[in-house]
Structure formats: structure tokens, C-alpha cells
């Protein structure tokens, strides 16, 4: 058997019948036994002539996790979420079926074993990470929760990179100097890997927003443009009057979308030169006349404009003046309003007319200024009272939005009495608005229009979204009156309810009614045991 590895590839390339190794003898059948037998041989000899390799540096400990453990009925719970997540679906959609939806319940579970301050179970951190890098949703709390084990971890897998690249709030760095020691915190701002940079960024900007915008301004002129932009997104923590001065200069970048970010970012500065800027040319195209609101759009978006970040170019379908309009006045500060029309209040300005079919416009470009500015006055002005049942429904912007600016209790009720009136068709986003778990009257709100639409024998799969919400945001003390649901109602009449319709529903209650019980169980096994409550396992057979 004399042939080399190269001769025996070469045959079984082209086949012994064409070509046989040298060395191998016999018929077709004995050949391709021959070649297998050298190619083995072969194999040995290739494997045991190999020089042992030069070890390469162990890799450095993790960083210690002073967190305490998860209790066991919770460490069993993740690895179940874990282990479900590849054969849940989205929550909702045209799922049927009465079980909850497992996939659904993990990014509930990683936020409150963060917000608990566990640390994860060593040996499932690689289906976290897994978890992680397949749902960018789980993000932010699966790499929190993963801690410095996690990080470690992920500088050894390729797969996992994304956790070096989430930025600040995603793992925290361990290797972050002490807020005070500004020298160590210099040299990591000069030597460190992006992703450190961006964290120590982030957390300097909330314990010392002057030195961090110090070591920024070092360096910026060598910094890559989308670095730049990243950076600069950072400083809107801490954002004060004193980062105008860096932020005038950004608006001469090089890149259109850092000026964009730095005009963004000074114009929430109301004392700015550039919402002075904004604030004058506003002025200048809105004023009041006997009839009402007159607005005479710009005619031509000029050079000073654009460095202050109005864009020129509108988006298909959109006229240049109603574009620069909307622009300039979305990034004035809205105290320009009531001295400019003699004293009004939110309220009143939005009631008065606009002329000339200008008040879709008008009215969205306070409504964004109303978002951007997170003032609650002007918000609830655009809003108004949540519309009579027998009342159009006419939104200004975007409601969902302009609610999220609201106390989450006047939120919740503000979405709870337009659904009483309206029902859920319009509802879907401001739901998403609202904070988890939903408050008691909003919860009740969305259980009665569910139960008048299954009555009413509504088309139940458009309602999926609105089960799907409901089954992540409901308060689980109200288990108990879903359960009453879904085990009443009546079936509607064939002729005005789709095939199917009422197994829809009543799977629909059931599952919602499971998932929020078994909310309550994961809540409660996050819970640390004590003498007096020992821990409690978690249902099994019903989550599996």
C-alpha cells in the first residue's frame, strides 16, 4: 500500500474503474475495497504524524457575579422557557389551541428576574445567549440578566458578537472603572473596545454627564461617522445646557445624520440658539388673524436651515412647503405658542381654526414637538377627552405617542374610556402604550369589549393582537374573571358568526386565562423563599 494521500484522492475523485491507486490490485469490487482499506490507513498515519500544536493563552476568568442565585422553582422555569422557545409562536396571531404560549412568556420572565437582581444559572447560559442573539426583543434584559458571565462567554463565541456590540445598559462591563477614577476611565476611553467605549459613555452621562462629554469632544474628529452618531445618541441622557456648545459644532458635520442627531438633540433644548433659530422662523410663518390661525408656509429651505437640521427634500407624496413647515415648528419650543397667540392656553390654540387647509399639518407638527419636548400639557390638549361613542374618530398624529408622555394612571384611563366607546378596532396602539400590568380599569375595559365582540359575533382571528397584548399585559389577578369567561357565552347565530368562531373564542379565554395564572406563578417562584412562604414549584404538566 504504497500510495500517497494525494494518489488516493485522486481515485476516489475519478473512480477505481478510471483510476486505481498505486498499489491496488483485484476486480472493480476488490479496487474500491482496496482504496477505502488505504484511505483508512492513510488516515492513521496523517493523524499520528501530526506535532502536538503550541498551546494557545487560557482564557481570563469571568468576572465575579455578586448577584444572589435564582430560587430553584425559578431555575427550572427558565430552562423550561428555554427549552420551549423554538416551537412557540407569536403571542396571538392565529395560534389555537388552549396552552399559553411559553415563547411569549420568556421576555415577561427575563424582565422581572432583572428587575429581582439574580444572576442566571451557569449552565444556561448558552441557550440564553441562543435565546438572545434569535429575538432582538429579549435583548436588553437576557444580556442585563447574563451579567458578566454572559459577557465572558460571549468574547469566546463568535455567534454570540452581537452582546459585544449591544452598548450601554446591555451587559454591564465589570471592567468599567470607579465612576471616580477618571484617569482609568481616560485610558479605557483611548484603549477600549467599542462596546466598553459606549458604556462608559452611557454611565458617565448619568453620574457625570461633563466628564463624559469631555472625553467625547477629545476625540471626536477621529471618530468614525457611524461611532459618531452612536456617541452623540448617548447623550441624551443627562442632556443640559452645557453640551450645547459640542453640539453647535456637530451641526457642521460631515455626516447629513449626525447633524440631524445634534439639530434633534438641541432642539429638546428650549434655551438653545437653535430653538431661538427654529422658534423665529416659526413665528414668521404662524400668526394669528381675525378669523383664525394663518400660515404661510416657507417658500424655499436656505442654507442657514439646512445646519439647523430641516431636511430639504420631502418624502414621496408630500409638498416641499407642508415638509419645511412641519419641520421648523416641530422644533420650536411650544412656549412659543401661547405668547405668540396672546396668552392662550394648549387647549385653547388647538381649538382655534386654521385657514386654508393648513390644520393637518399645523396640528402634527405640535403633536411631534408635544412628544419630542415630553410636554404633558400640550399632549392632553392634543388629545382631548377620549371621543363620544356616537363621534368620529379623527386622530392628530399619533395618539399612542402623545400618551405615553401622560402619567400611566391618566393613560390608562384615558384608553379604557375611548375603548368603552369605540371598542378595540382602534385601539392596538395605545394599548402598546400603556404600562404593564394594565391598571384595573383598563384591564376591565378590554375584557368587556372582548366578551361584547364574542357576543356580537364579531370575526374573532382580527381580535388575535388584542388577545395576544392582553395575554402579556393583564393584571393575573384577573385570572379568575377570565375563567368565568371562558366558560360562557353563547353560541352565536350561524348566520352572522363565521364558521368556527365560538371554539376560537372559547380556546381564545382559555388560553389567556392560563397564561395569566401561570404569570402569577412565575412571579411568585421570582420571590426569594423564606421560613415562612417556603418555595413553591411551579405547574408542570400544564406549561410543558
Not at 35 to 61: E, H, Q, S, T, W
Not at 281 to 290: E, K, N, T, Y
Not at 439 to 465: E, K, N, Q, T
Not at 513 to 533: F, I, K, V
Request: aromatic share 6%; glycine share 10%; net charge neutral.
Amino acid at each position: 500500500m504504497g500510495a500517497g494521500w494525494d494518489d488516493l484522492v485522486g481515485s476516489a475523485l475519478l473512480g477505481t474503474e478510471r483510476r486505481r491507486p498505486f498499489g491496488v490490485v483485484g476486480d472493480a469490487g476488490e479496487a474500491a475495497a482496496g482504496l477505502l482499506d488505504a484511505a483508512a490507513a492513510g488516515v492513521v498515519r496523517r493523524r499520528a504524524g501530526i506535532r502536538p500544536g503550541v498551546p494557545g493563552a487560557r482564557p481570563k476568568p469571568a468576572a465575579q457575579d455578586r448577584r444572589p442565585a435564582l430560587p430553584e422553582a425559578a431555575r427550572r422555569r427558565l430552562g423550561m422557557l428555554l427549552a420551549d422557545r423554538a416551537g412557540g409562536g407569536a403571542a396571538g396571531g392565529n395560534r389555537r389551541g388552549a396552552a399559553p404560549n411559553l415563547a411569549e412568556l420568556l421576555p415577561q420572565w427575563l424582565a422581572a428576574a432583572r428587575r429581582a437582581g439574580y444572576a442566571p444559572p451557569p449552565e444556561l447560559l448558552p441557550a440564553l445567549l441562543d435565546a438572545a442573539r434569535a429575538r432582538t426583543d429579549l435583548r436588553a434584559d437576557a444580556l442585563a440578566f447574563a451579567g458578566p458571565r454572559g459577557r465572558w462567554l460571549a468574547e469566546l463565541n463568535p455567534d454570540w458578537a452581537y452582546a459585544l456590540r449591544a452598548g450601554a445598559g446591555a451587559v454591564p462591563g465589570p471592567e468599567l472603572p470607579d465612576a471616580d477614577d477618571q484617569e482609568e476611565a481616560a485610558r479605557l476611553w483611548e484603549e477600549g473596545l467599542f462596546a466598553e467605549r459606549v458604556a462608559l459613555l452611557a454611565r458617565l452621562r448619568t453620574t457625570d454627564p461633563a466628564t463624559g462629554l469631555a472625553l467625547l469632544a477629545a476625540t471626536w474628529k477621529s471618530e468614525r461617522a457611524e461611532d459618531r452618531l452612536m456617541f452623540l445618541d448617548s447623550l441624551r441622557t443627562g442632556l443640559s445646557a452645557a453640551d450645547e456648545p459640542f453640539l453647535e459644532q456637530a451641526l457642521s458635520d460631515r455626516s447629513r445624520n449626525v447633524r440631524a442627531t445634534a439639530a434633534e438633540l438641541l432642539s429638546a433644548l428650549p434655551e438653545s440658539a437653535l430653538a431661538a433659530r427654529m422658534a423665529a422662523r416659526a413665528r414668521s410663518c404662524v400668526s394669528l388673524g381675525p378669523e383664525g390661525i394663518v400660515v404661510e408656509a416657507p417658500y424655499e429651505c436656505d442654507a442657514a436651515m439646512e445646519r439647523d437640521g430641516v431636511a430639504p427634500r420631502p418624502p414621496n407624496g408630500r409638498g416641499e412647503r407642508a415638509w419645511w413647515l412641519g419641520q421648523l415648528v416641530d422644533a420650536a419650543p411650544l412656549a412659543t405658542w401661547p405668547a405668540r397667540f396672546g396668552g392662550r392656553t394648549p387647549e385653547q390654540i388647538i381649538g382655534l381654526p386654521v385657514l386654508d387647509d393648513w390644520q393637518p399639518d399645523l396640528h402634527a407638527a405640535w403633536c411631534r414637538a408635544a412628544v419630542r419636548q415630553r410636554d404633558a400639557a400640550w399632549a392632553r390638549a392634543l388629545l382631548g377627552p377620549p371621543p363620544l361613542p356616537a363621534a368620529q374618530v379623527v386622530p392628530v398624529g399619533d395618539p399612542a405617542k402623545l400618551l405615553s408622555i401622560l402619567p400611566a394612571r391618566e393613560r390608562a384611563e384615558w384608553v379604557a374610556a375611548f375603548i368603552a366607546a369605540h371598542g378595540l378596532s382602534e385601539a392596538f396602539q395605545m394599548l402598546g402604550a400603556c404600562a404593564v400590568p394594565w391598571a384595573a380599569p383598563l384591564g376591565r375595559a378590554v375584557v368587556d369589549a372582548l366578551d361584547i365582540a364574542r357576543d356580537a359575533g364579531s370575526y374573532p382571528w382580527s381580535f388575535s393582537g388584542v388577545m395576544g397584548l392582553a395575554e402579556r399585559c393583564l393584571d393575573p389577578a384577573d385570572a379568575e374573571q377570565i375563567a368565568v369567561l371562558a366558560g360562557a357565552g353563547e353560541e352565536p347565530p350561524a348566520d352572522t358568526a363565521p364558521p368556527g368562531a365560538a371554539a376560537y373564542w372559547r380556546e381564545a379565554f382559555q388560553r389567556l386565562g392560563g397564561t395569566l395564572r401561570l404569570r402569577a406563578t412565575m412571579l411568585a417562584e421570582l420571590r426569594p423563599a423564606t421560613p415562612e412562604t417556603p418555595e413553591t414549584p411551579g405547574p408542570r404538566a400544564r406549561a410543558s
